[in-house]
């Protein structure tokens, strides 16, 4: 048994032999001699067994060669040079890292090539008289480095990270940092003399600094305040701005007067906390995207047959006639009809079903499908836009944009908040007035400096910030903060049957019928070794019988229907019912059926396989929640699901992609809080309408549709302890509130009895800020401990 | 005590400059990916292998540093 020296894959019995090494594969050889011819062996130093099996070029990137296309595709092009970035899934180790930066010895055209590794990007500089994008695409492909070129390539471009949150944080901590240096002087008071001398200069330095940080760090809130405002919402961010506008004018007016220091040092270290707290909160996954939608999955260019000649065209403008040619292990991007050749689909994209389905000429394509034997021709009944599949995109979830009021914990609790606070500086303001008018003025903004709820608003984000970093080490990905709070308010949880309960990989199989011999095992294994069918390939590997050394003799494999061969004399038909001509007694099942010498034997059914642990994480969530399953598949399981599945559970079948997302609305005006987990497309507008949209994916570097959190299907059985994590997060989030008013409370008595001093607010602040975020910190870690 | 205004004046600015160094160093995208660039410096020595090549030898040299690195 030897392992391929390139790809690490078993060899089998006959390995490739070349310069002393061994390969599964001539792919795997011809990477091996490009890159030794070369010079570039040590990609084979650095790491053990590096490669991958390099796929099928023939034509594929013929496309690249559309003017119109590449330039939607080039990040940069001055007629000389032109730059692009292909993403690459199969990056994955050092050794990726070393050859594709070394592009350049294989190419003369291209300049220079940079890899983002968390990325799975190559950023390619070539001259464009050397070199072509399809000459760098086919490059990358045949050293098995296949680049992933999708419509939305075409779409979007340079979607630059947003930095502000970045700028805005380092300007609030060099303004924090030196003000408070700057101020420390007139805290201690050592030297009477020179402090009277040089404290002008002082504060005006920190006037100076401070001015950044309240129009520019701090103008999120402002603007957050006004919207809230104009919504008629108090939202955390009203007390917040309100703080930071009293601080910065009473300062401002202290140091004009010549009254007092001010607070400025208070001020910066408050939008410096509020800032760290937002940046903390923010979790970006490079090797995921929550966005995806069927752009990401579908080609940027198709082959148009016009008059017998092949024309590559750009998806958007296949129009509804045209003839289109689908290669082998492409997307079928609209609509059509079969018109040549045998398709066997695999819309494991789209359903989460990994079998593919055979169709005839004449018979009906959807977009989404793969096509898996060979080449096919269709005709286009439908434009982009308008196919089945699609035109789920155009309903109006998709377009919906944040909602304003969508109100969360902590805004809850600021509405009373800001009232409160309101009202003790409006009355405390009157009571000074009749006590001391002239502290009155004092008291009224001391009240709302103090009040100004940094710990507040800081203990949500440090909270969540830290849960969302726990779940993301054990695969559970979230997009933001706010998954977390809707989780922990959902009721009903509807699940997608295909590819989310059951899993892809692992399918069982189980035979029906007159027992076969040994010899007879023997012989349709044989045959299967022939054929490339998935079915197969799967049920060749579940028979453990070692197959005849020889050939089966006129074999025959009828792409969609099954095999027919001769084999030590015996006759043999593989295949579906309709082949075999036999009454199949079941619709709903996958099978391979088996004759032999003409004589019907019995057949083998492929059943999808649940994932392990599915029963006993229905039932852990029956307790708390309404069970729904809701798919597009026939119910031809139902009676096993019923079994299998707590009592209570409801079941959907026959649903359509718009049949779920109308589902889930309807139960959502019933007031429910649904969370939906699916993982094809046709779950997208499930995920999208629902509160909450997991998507299951079996490798999260594939793709998914867009969704609130993207749970690695291993994990699947952990879901009921992330859902109950998320609901302790929310009460810990409700003891730091508690806690954070202790300190409210501290701070209103200086503030009330006029004793206010910078001094105070200077170590009030950020100690409350740093204990509550301690405190936090230190309670989600020891929730999660069990996780 | 006029020292003073020097002394501030010169800290501020010396700090000034910092923040500004490091603006643009955020700007330009140099924490974006922080992880390829700790792999490719070690790239380094193979490349210059690479183009004196030739015979074998420096290759098994070049095996044995790597075993060496890995240690």
Redesign the interface.
């Known amino acids: 048994m030897s392992n391929c020296f390139h790809c690490g894959a078993d060899c089998g019995k006959k390995p490739i032999k070349f310069d002393d090494k061994n390969f599964c594969c001539n792919g795997c050889k011809t990477v091996y001699e490009i890159l030794n011819a070369s010079e570039l062996n040590c990609y084979y130093d650095l790491e053990a067994t590096p490669g991958t099996i390099p796929s099928e070029i023939k034509g594929k990137y013929n496309y690249l060669d559309n003017d119109e296309i590449a330039e939607k595709l080039l990040e940069f092009n001055d007629g000389e040079t032109s730059v692009v970035e292909f993403y690459i899934p199969s990056i994955h180790c050092s050794s990726c890292i070393w050859v594709l930066e070394n592009l350049n010895k294989l190419n003369e055209g291209i300049t220079t090539s940079l890899v983002n590794f968390p990325k799975k990007t190559v950023r390619v500089t070539f001259k464009n008289k050397l070199t072509s994008l399809k000459a760098i695409a086919e490059l990358n492909t045949s050293i098995g480095y296949e680049p992933y070129i999708s419509l939305e390539d075409a779409d979007s471009k340079n979607n630059k990270v947003d930095k502000t949150l970045i700028y805005q944080l380092s300007i609030a901590a060099f303004s924090f940092g030196n003000i408070m240096l700057l101020s420390f002087p007139e805290y201690f008071q050592v030297d009477g003399f020179w402090l009277e001398k040089y404290k002008y200069l002082f504060r005006w330095l920190m006037f100076l600094m401070v001015v950044p940080v309240v129009f520019y760090s701090a103008k999120d809130y402002f603007i957050s305040a006004v919207k809230g405002l104009r919504h008629k919402i108090l939202n955390i961010d009203v007390p917040i701005s309100l703080g930071i506008s009293v601080l910065f004018i009473r300062s401002t007016v202290e140091i004009l007067l010549d009254i007092g220091t001010g607070f400025f040092d208070s001020l910066a270290g408050l939008v410096f906390f509020l800032l760290l707290g937002k940046f903390f909160q923010q979790r970006t996954y490079n090797f995921l995207s929550f966005e995806r939608d069927y752009k990401s999955y579908f080609p940027i260019a198709v082959t148009k047959i016009v008059n017998g000649e092949e024309k590559n065209i750009p998806v958007k403008d296949i129009e509804k006639g045209d003839r289109l040619l689908i290669r082998n292990e492409e997307l079928i991007p609209v609509d059509g009809i079969l018109i040549n050749g045998n398709a066997a689909l695999d819309y494991s994209f789209v359903t989460g079903e990994s079998i593919p389905v055979s169709k005839n000429s004449g018979d009906k394509l959807f977009a989404g499908g793969k096509q898996t034997s060979g080449a096919i021709e269709m005709e286009v009944i439908n434009t982009i836009s308008q196919s089945y599949l699609t035109q789920l995109w155009s309903n109006d979830v998709f377009n919906n944009s944040e909602d304003i009021t969508i109100k969360n914990l902590t805004d809850t609790i600021s509405k009373y908040f800001t009232i409160a606070i309101l009202l003790i500086a409006f009355v405390a303001g009157i009571a000074w007035y009749f006590i001391n008018p002239s502290m009155a003025f004092n008291v009224v903004t001391a009240v709302l400096i103090i009040a100004c709820p940094c710990a507040l608003a800081l203990s949500a984000p440090f909270a969540f910030g830290n849960i969302l970093r726990i779940f993301g080490y054990k695969k559970f990905y979230l997009k933001n903060a706010e998954t977390i709070e809707n989780i922990s308010k959902i009721d009903t949880i509807i699940f997608d049957k295909t590819g989310t309960i059951t899993s892809n990989d692992k399918t069982q199989i189980h035979y029906k019928g007159v027992n076969l011999s040994s010899e007879e095992l023997i012989a349709v294994k044989t045959i299967l070794r022939s054929s490339n069918h998935p079915l197969s390939r799967s049920l060749y590997s579940y028979i453990v019988e070692k197959p005849f050394e020889e050939k089966p003799e006129e074999f025959k494999e009828i792409l969609g229907k099954g095999v027919q061969a001769v084999i030590n004399n015996s006759k043999l038909k593989l295949g579906s019912a309709s082949f075999l001509n036999v009454e199949s007694n079941s619709l709903n099942e996958t099978a391979i059926h088996i004759q032999i010498n003409n004589k019907y034997k019995g057949c083998y059914i492929f059943n999808n396989s649940y994932r392990e642990g599915t029963k006993e994480v229905f039932n852990i969530l029956a307790e708390n929640y309404n069970l729904i399953i809701l798919s597009g598949d026939n119910d031809g399981e139902k009676p096993y699901l019923e079994k299998l599945l707590p009592k209570k559970t409801q079941f959907q079948f026959n649903q359509k992609p718009e049949d779920k997302l109308t589902f889930i609305e309807s139960r959502q005006k019933k007031g429910e809080h649904v969370l939906m987990i699916g993982d094809g497309l046709n779950d997208a507008g499930a995920l999208a309408q629902s509160n909450v949209g997991i998507a299951i994916s079996e490798d999260v570097n594939v793709f998914s549709p867009a969704c609130d959190a993207i749970l690695d299907a291993h994990e699947f059985e952990k879901l009921p302890v992330f859902f109950k994590l998320s609901k302790k997060t929310i009460r810990v989030i409700k003891a730091s509130f508690v806690f954070s008013f202790l300190y409210n409370i501290i701070g209103m008595y200086f503030a009330l009895t006029g004793q206010l001093t910078p001094v105070v607010a200077a170590i009030l602040m950020p100690l409350s800020s740093i204990s509550i975020v301690v405190f936090v910190t230190i309670l989600t870690n020891w929730i999660s401990k069990k996780l | 005590?006029e020292v003073?205004?020097i002394t501030?004046g010169v800290s501020?600015i010396v700090?000034v400059f910092f923040?500004i160094v490091?603006?643009k160093s955020?700007?330009s995208g140099q924490y974006?990916?922080t992880?390829?660039p700790s792999?490719?410096m070690?790239?380094d020595d193979?490349?210059v292998?690479?183009e004196k090549?030739g015979s074998k030898e420096p290759e098994k040299a070049?095996?044995n540093q790597?075993t060496n690195n890995k240690n």
């Open positions: 005590m003073v205004y501030i501020i700090a923040f490091f603006l955020v700007k974006e990916d992880y390829t792999v490719r070690l790239f193979e490349l292998k690479d090549e070049k095996e790597q």
